[in-house]
């Protein structure tokens, strides 16, 4: 790599925890980054957990009461603290004016926002900052390089900003090669379904991610709840995430099913509960990506995920489950979710996804990042 002058890079993230996807993704990244020679910092408000070797971190406490204004706050001390400490680049993993490099694992704001909320909701100071800090990275005369995860969050983005495209850089997925089905994945899945106390002819539905309402647990719920009673009677519906899980506890309890809902919270071992599982459950709200549909192919699991998510198309060339079309029918969902637990080789769709996994670029998100992220830093040396 060519030697830069100044190989101190700036990491954004407003806040750091780490069962997080987008957290995960940008440690990897700033990682990489310093195997190649990079000084990182992180400027945060939050970090959870253990604190890399060689990761400088910088923590800023906002004081407002709400995400907005808190969000302002911390951009107001990061552009003071980035005009003293000079960095060769500055990478955002949030929206936010004054990035070199921003990594879009969020969808367009605005376009949600037009959506499903009226005018006065767009009049609030909470769309005005929102809106506005997207606009600075996706603007038509803004600067910053964009590393874009998802073609139709793509064409949102260029529809309300008309966004040039020599400033987007599509990258690969990122899944974690710990994923990918081990040779000896029957006797882990035999050993890990005893440990969950389950029975041979067991249906185990998996639900994997933080943030439960965007995810549509509610959905898998509603789904669960109306399988015939023989069916049901033999499936349960494991969450794996980080969210509140009170209303759906509620939802569960009013639909007859809450001894069939099981919350295990975030989870160190999920691709031992990927190999466990019967069928992954996906009916997302939103989704810019949606890296466990790769996961559960790599693992050799079927899929049935709502079109919302930007990695669902992979589902279909793999043809490793089921793709629910928007608008969503909560019927078809539901159907499909009780074909597929009925089908004698659901094992054999899912194998269609490991084999897919083994010929596709799923894994090089990161080397694509480091080398914009290196070419944009170099740039700026010159």
Same mark, same amino acid.
């Given at each position: 790599?060519? %030697?830069?002058?100044?190989?101190?890079?700036?990491? %954004?993230?407003?806040?750091?925890?780490?069962? /997080?996807?987008?957290?995960?993704?940008? #440690?990897?990244?700033?990682?990489?980054?310093?195997?190649?020679?990079?000084?990182?910092?992180?400027?945060?408000?939050?970090?959870?957990?253990?604190?890399?070797?060689?990761?400088?971190?910088?923590?800023?406490?906002?004081?407002?009461?709400?995400? +907005?204004? @808190?969000?302002?706050?911390?951009?107001?001390?990061?552009?003071?603290?980035?005009?003293?400490?000079?960095?060769?680049?500055?990478?955002?993993?949030?929206?936010?004016?004054?990035?070199?490099?921003?990594?879009?694992?969020?969808?367009?704001?605005?376009?949600?926002?037009?959506?499903?909320?009226?005018? &006065?909701?767009?009049?609030?100071?909470?769309?005005? #900052?929102?809106?506005?800090?997207?606009?600075?990275?996706?603007?038509?005369?803004?600067?910053?390089?964009? &590393?874009?995860?998802?073609?139709?969050?793509?064409?949102? =983005?260029?529809? +309300?900003?008309?966004?040039?495209?020599?400033?987007?850089?599509?990258?690969?997925?990122?899944?974690?090669?710990?994923?990918?089905?081990?040779?000896?994945?029957?006797?882990?899945?035999?050993?890990?379904?005893?440990?969950? /106390?389950?029975?041979?002819?067991?249906?185990?539905?998996?639900?994997?991610?933080?943030?439960?309402?965007?995810?549509?647990?509610?959905?898998?719920?509603?789904?669960?709840?109306? &399988?015939?009673?023989?069916?049901?009677?033999?499936?349960?519906? =494991?969450?794996?995430?980080?969210?509140?899980?009170?209303? =759906?506890?509620?939802?569960?309890?009013?639909?007859?099913?809450?001894?069939?809902?099981?919350?295990?919270?975030?989870?160190?071992?999920?691709?031992?509960?990927? &190999?466990? *599982?019967?069928?992954?459950?996906?009916?997302? =709200?939103?989704?810019?990506?949606?890296?466990?549909?790769?996961?559960?192919?790599? @693992?050799?699991?079927?899929?049935?995920?709502?079109?919302? %998510?930007?990695?669902?198309?992979?589902?279909?060339?793999?043809?490793?489950?089921?793709?629910?079309?928007?608008?969503?029918?909560?019927?078809?969902?539901?159907?499909?979710?009780?074909?597929?637990?009925?089908?004698?080789?659901?094992?054999?769709?899912?194998?269609?996804?490991?084999?897919?996994?083994?010929?596709?670029?799923?894994?090089?998100?990161?080397? *694509?990042?480091?080398?914009?992220?290196? *070419?944009?830093?170099?740039?700026?040396?010159?």
């Amino acid at each position: 790599m060519d %030697c830069e002058r100044n190989k101190a890079l700036a990491f %954004c993230l407003f806040k750091y925890f780490p069962h /997080g996807g987008l957290q995960r993704d940008m #440690l990897a990244v700033a990682l990489a980054c310093q195997a190649r020679g990079y000084e990182v910092d992180v400027y945060t408000t939050s970090w959870k957990g253990d604190v890399p070797t060689g990761l400088r971190l910088h923590l800023y406490r906002p004081l407002a009461l709400t995400n +907005h204004s @808190s969000m302002r706050q911390y951009h107001a001390w990061l552009a003071r603290r980035l005009a003293d400490d000079r960095a060769s680049c500055v990478v955002g993993f949030n929206k936010m004016p004054g990035l070199d490099v921003y990594y879009a694992a969020d969808g367009c704001y605005k376009a949600v926002a037009f959506e499903q909320h009226g005018r &006065l909701y767009r009049l609030g100071p909470r769309y005005r #900052l929102y809106q506005a800090f997207e606009e600075a990275v996706f603007g038509r005369d803004a600067k910053a390089h964009i &590393l874009m995860l998802s073609k139709i969050q793509h064409a949102l =983005y260029v529809q +309300h900003y008309g966004t040039p495209d020599s400033r987007i850089h599509f990258l690969p997925p990122n899944v974690a090669r710990d994923r990918i089905a081990p040779a000896n994945a029957p006797e882990i899945r035999r050993t890990m379904r005893q440990a969950l /106390g389950l029975r041979e002819n067991d249906r185990l539905l998996l639900q994997l991610g933080s943030g439960f309402r965007t995810k549509g647990l509610d959905r898998s719920t509603t789904a669960l709840a109306r &399988l015939p009673d023989p069916l049901l009677a033999r499936t349960r519906l =494991y969450v794996v995430g980080n969210g509140s899980k009170r209303p =759906y506890l509620r939802l569960a309890k009013r639909l007859g099913v809450a001894d069939r809902v099981v919350f295990l919270g975030p989870r160190d071992d999920v691709p031992r509960l990927l &190999l466990a *599982a019967d069928l992954l459950v996906h009916p997302a =709200y939103h989704e810019n990506t949606g890296t466990v549909l790769l996961e559960a192919l790599a @693992s050799g699991l079927p899929v049935v995920a709502s079109s919302v %998510c930007g990695y669902a198309h992979y589902i279909e060339r793999a043809q490793a489950g089921w793709v629910i079309p928007e608008p969503f029918d909560q019927d078809l969902f539901t159907h499909t979710v009780q074909a597929a637990l009925e089908r004698t080789d659901l094992a054999d769709v899912g194998r269609r996804g490991a084999d897919f996994a083994r010929r596709e670029d799923l894994y090089g998100m990161v080397d *694509a990042a480091v080398q914009v992220i290196a *070419a944009v830093a170099r740039n700026a040396a010159t």
